[in-house]
């Protein structure tokens, strides 16, 4: 007889997931006392602690706890899915990560295609760094990610989904904004406005510095949209992967952007998931809905 229950488990997962036992109940409209005591009945069978309770700080998931969210989520979609066939409706919980800079681009017309074929399919959205987002498919926190293949790690699957090179971003008014194509060391002339987030920034400056260039940096941009801001007040230029198809900032200024005459290194936009987390009939449709809205 198995000593606990999927509504045990399900309790457990969106506490672990949501960090927190209140936003748990919400989320599945029951009362707190009822996670907490399903999660401690749970603990009791396992013999083992699940999340450390924080305070008026919500929960954190332990390392056995971590472990057990890749396996019951898998276990809990099987559940839904028990009487799943090809024509059948899929349900169940998914949780996709994405880097913060490519998330406002790609991901809304993802959940909306979602939302249409699958209505029995919750999202649950996750913004990550680059560095963040191995960690947290790794952790169990993520199903599935979508982010550069700047750090591959060992333990993740990774599918390539699309291919991009760096333009020049230019405020629309910027005298290098008359050419059609713009050579490097004109660009690097010019004050440079640089992106501050972690691993990105030093991979760019790693492809300037390998064609023996130092970007004169003039401002830091704590995010991609105050970096787009700055540019298109003409604060500085900037080299971006990441090409928004709204030529406006924030402001309303205009943004262009233009290639570069010299190859320079082009960068994946990937699809990565846990190794030890087989697609189930869940994950499945939402990784092949991720990678056809890519193909388009």
């Given amino acids: 007889m198995i000593p606990y229950s999927l ?7 969106a506490a672990a997931e949501l960090k927190s036992t209140s936003a748990a109940a919400r989320s599945l409209h029951i009362s707190q006392p009822s996670i907490s005591a399903a999660i401690k009945q749970l603990e009791s069978t396992l ?4 999340l450390i ?4 700080q919500g929960v954190t998931p332990t390392a056995h706890g971590r472990e057990l969210v890749v396996r019951a989520k898998q276990l809990l979609n099987l559940a839904e899915n028990l009487s799943f066939e090809k024509n059948a409706e899929a ?5 996709i990560g994405c880097f913060v800079d490519i998330s406002p681009y790609y991901l809304p017309g993802i959940l909306r295609d979602l939302d249409e074929l699958y209505p029995g399919i919750r999202c649950r959205i996750v913004n990550a760094e680059l560095f963040e987002i191995a960690h947290l498919l790794k952790q169990g926190e993520l199903d599935i990610g979508i982010t550069y293949g700047v750090l591959m790690e060992e333990g993740i699957d990774y599918e390539c989904l699309k291919v991009v090179t760096p333009s020049a971003m230019l405020s629309a008014d910027h005298p290098l904004s008359s050419l059609d194509k713009i050579p490097l060391r004109k660009l690097m002339e010019e004050p440079f406005v640089i992106s501050d987030s972690p691993y990105s920034s030093d991979f760019l400056q790693n492809v300037l ?7 004169k940096v003039a401002y830091n941009a704590q995010t991609f949209e105050l970096q787009r801001g700055m540019v298109a007040n003409g604060l500085g230029v900037s080299l971006s992967y990441t090409q928004p198809l709204c030529s406006k900032s924030y402001d309303g200024k205009e943004i262009v952007y233009r290639p570069i005459i010299e190859e320079l290194p082009s960068q994946e936009i990937v699809l990565a998931r846990n190794s030890n987390a087989a697609l189930t009939a869940v994950t499945l449709p939402v990784w092949d809905l991720i990678r056809q809205a890519f193909a388009v």
């Fill in 7 to 13: 509504k045990q488990l399900s309790y457990f997962v």
């Fill in 47 to 50: 013999g083992e602690t699940l």
């Fill in 53 to 56: 309770r924080h305070q008026g």
């Fill in 91 to 95: 349900s169940g919980s998914v949780v």
């Fill in 209 to 215: 510095s390998s064609r023996g260039f130092l970007p």
